[in-house]
């Protein structure tokens, strides 16, 4: 059974940096694409950074220059490290498995996909 953990949410300010981890269990993490995704309230969920297999990576624009994805097979580990954060980054953060990383965050989840219980970060002053 493909499982996700995800943590190191928090409330950080303006400007800050805070790094999100997610631990895989159930499976192989090294043959698996992960995303991250968010969702802010009211909003729909987005896809936010993508890295597949051979460690490409992808990411919306919103977030290009600013947020890291990378992996660590042998920790069975996923990180999204992300510097200067803005009040709009405020979100609950999701990581997944059994994704596509297309070109487009649009299209990275399927019926298939699995996801993690989520973790709350919160930007504010």
């Known amino acids: 059974q493909l499982q996700l953990a995800e943590s190191g949410g928090g409330l950080v300010q303006p400007g800050g940096s805070m790094r999100l981890s997610c631990a895989a269990s159930?499976?192989?993490?090294?043959?698996?694409?992960i995303a991250w995704f968010r969702q802010a309230p009211g909003k729909e969920r987005e896809g936010v950074s993508c890295i597949n297999k051979f460690a490409t990576t992808n990411y919306a624009d919103s977030v290009k220059g600013r947020f890291t994805i990378s992996r660590d097979n042998a920790k069975r580990m996923v990180y999204l490290q992300m510097n200067s954060l803005k009040a709009e980054d405020t979100a609950a953060y999701y990581c997944?498995?059994?994704?596509?990383?297309?070109?487009?965050?649009?299209?990275?989840?399927?019926?298939?996909?699995?996801w993690g219980q989520g973790t709350q970060v919160t930007v504010s002053s």
């Open positions: 997944a498995v059994n994704v596509e990383c297309f070109d487009s965050p649009d299209t990275w989840a399927s019926r298939d996909t699995s």
């Open positions: 159930g499976f192989t993490l090294d043959y698996y694409s």
